[in-house]
């Protein structure tokens, strides 16, 4: 299709004897959703088959695929088609509010949400939610909270209301405003839930604040929150920066008392704790352990590769390259990673060999 000149693109695609279906229209628009105004005239061509009637779903690709290049007059022309169709959701005006917020047209992705009432699709909690999000990602997280402070005796806010705004602060930072969101969400009765909770002992992990952070975590389990994966990693890797190893591996060994089952986040957090005071052995030990619960990522092999260069063992770090810990030789760092730790180990070997 980019092969074709604009004035025949019509043209081939009658001739080319495609039969066009709601599968083969999506996965054309999605796998050209760079292509601009080329992926319009395609949507728009098909769009006059017979027997073929537009989907919500490719309505919302071309919304998204125009709004990049910022043809933000045909993408409201297609949502006055869906309107006049009856297949207008939520979910078309949360796609428009991220777009516009991402390109940081702040106002209008408010006006976007201010006039969905207009298009018969009243705003409820989950475009609430979708305009907070979007504002918050872009960076905007001041005016989402404006937001939030001015509507929210309108509509009740969840869970996930509140997650957006720690989450936005959080990214800001603002650790005051953070803590103040927080404690507002568990004041006003809606209990935080696991999303919550882990942002929150990230934002105050990040911040330094461990023992903060470990009392959210008692909180969380005296509410009845199992701690996850997610937040045992976030804390395992602050103790790790801290070179405090022993409070690492007591965390690793409540995870497991917990029953909670670690994960590829949790054991690069506990190779990297014991890394960084200089326990390589542990940290070995750790890895072989973690070969036969999950699969390594290319943090994993980029530590590992690393820690063995450092200590001059490059007979065990290109079997690391090589075999990566198993002996069938079928588990293979990422391209990138297997690069990096080829042009490694091989510098090594070079200041090895000349005095």
């Known amino acids: 299709m980019m092969s074709c000149p604009k004035v025949g693109l019509d043209v081939a695609l009658d001739q080319s004897g495609i039969r066009v279906s709601e599968d083969v229209v999506e996965q054309v628009l ?10 319009h005239r395609f949507f728009e061509w098909a769009g006059k088959q017979r027997n073929y009637v537009h989907s919500i779903r ?3 690709i071309m919304i998204e695929s125009l709004a990049k290049i910022r043809q933000y007059e045909i993408m409201w022309d297609l949502v006055n088609s869906m309107r006049t169709k009856g297949i207008l959701n939520i979910e078309t005006f949360c796609i428009i509010m991220r777009k516009y917020a991402r390109a940081q047209k702040v106002n209008e992705a408010v006006y976007t949400f201010n006039i969905m009432k207009k298009y018969d699709v009243p705003p409820n909690l989950a475009a609430f939610n979708g305009l907070l999000s979007a504002l918050c990602k872009s960076k905007n997280v001041r005016k989402a909270q404006e937001i939030f402070d001015a509507m929210k005796s309108h509509l009740c806010p969840d869970s996930k209301t509140y997650s957006i705004l720690l989450e936005g602060w959080g990214r800001a930072p603002n650790l005051p405003k953070a803590r103040e969101i927080f404690r507002e969400m568990v004041d006003s009765g809606c209990n935080p839930d696991i999303v919550t909770y882990g942002i929150m002992v990230d934002i105050l992990c990040k911040a330094g604040r461990t023992i903060e952070a470990v009392d959210v975590i008692n909180e969380m389990e005296f509410s009845g929150c199992q701690p996850t994966s997610f937040i045992y990693s976030v804390l395992i890797h602050t103790y790790g920066i801290e070179n405090r190893i022993e409070d ?3 965390a690793f060994l409540q995870m497991e008392r917990n029953g909670v089952e670690p994960d590829v986040a949790v054991y690069n957090a506990l190779i990297s704790a014991f890394c960084k005071v200089n326990k390589f052995q542990n940290a070995y030990k750790v890895s072989r352990r973690m070969t036969k619960v999950c699969e390594p990522d290319a943090d994993t092999y980029t530590m590992m590769i690393k820690m ?14 090589c075999l990566n810990g ?16 080829a042009e490694t180990i091989t510098s090594e070997g070079r200041k090895r060999r000349c005095p």
């Open 58 to 60: 490719a309505y919302h």
């Open 326 to 341: 198993r002996d069938d030789g079928k588990r293979n760092p990422p391209r990138k990673t297997y690069l990096w730790q």
């Open 308 to 321: 063995f260069c450092e200590r001059e063992e490059l007979e065990i770090a290109l079997k690391g390259l």
């Open 248 to 250: 690492a591996i007591d």
């Open 30 to 39: 999605a796998k050209f959703e760079n292509a601009g105004m080329l992926a």
